[in-house]
């Protein structure tokens, strides 16, 4: 359970605008082979969604229905639902979440990521 509880905390500070606008951040917690297979249909590594969520606009995100899948002793899947709230500039949005996350050097890095936008 203490593996669920720490992977929560690293998704949802994911989550979070002051860590998806530091590149500092995001080099911490990204495996330097990250892909992203985005809702919106686009691949990304982890260069450039470093620099795309630098130019994000800040909206509040939540999470539910997280599940921890242990693959091995150093790898992990999570799945999710994630939830972003409604702005004046944008709809609300919903979606599947996957991630793989993998012990590296001590610290649990994120080398895998796949959104599936849903209906509320």
């Given at each position: 359970m203490?593996?669920?509880?720490?992977?929560?905390?690293?998704e949802t500070r994911l989550?979070?605008?002051e860590v998806r606008s530091s590149e500092?951040?995001?080099?911490?917690?990204?495996a330097e082979d990250f892909v992203e297979f985005g809702a919106s249909g686009t691949v990304w590594t982890r260069t450039a969604i470093i620099q795309a969520l630098a130019q994000e606009p800040h909206t509040q995100r939540s999470?539910?229905?997280?599940?921890l899948t242990p693959l091995s002793a150093d790898t992990a899947l999570v799945t999710y639902r994630s939830h972003r709230h409604a702005t004046s500039g944008a709809p609300a949005a919903h979606a599947l979440?996957?991630?793989i996350w993998k012990l590296n050097q001590g610290n649990w890095q994120l080398l895998f990521h796949q959104g599936t936008l849903t209906a509320a």
């Open positions: 203490q593996l669920q509880a720490h992977l929560l905390e690293l989550l979070q605008p500092q951040a995001l080099l911490q917690l990204l999470l539910s229905d997280f599940k979440r996957s991630s």
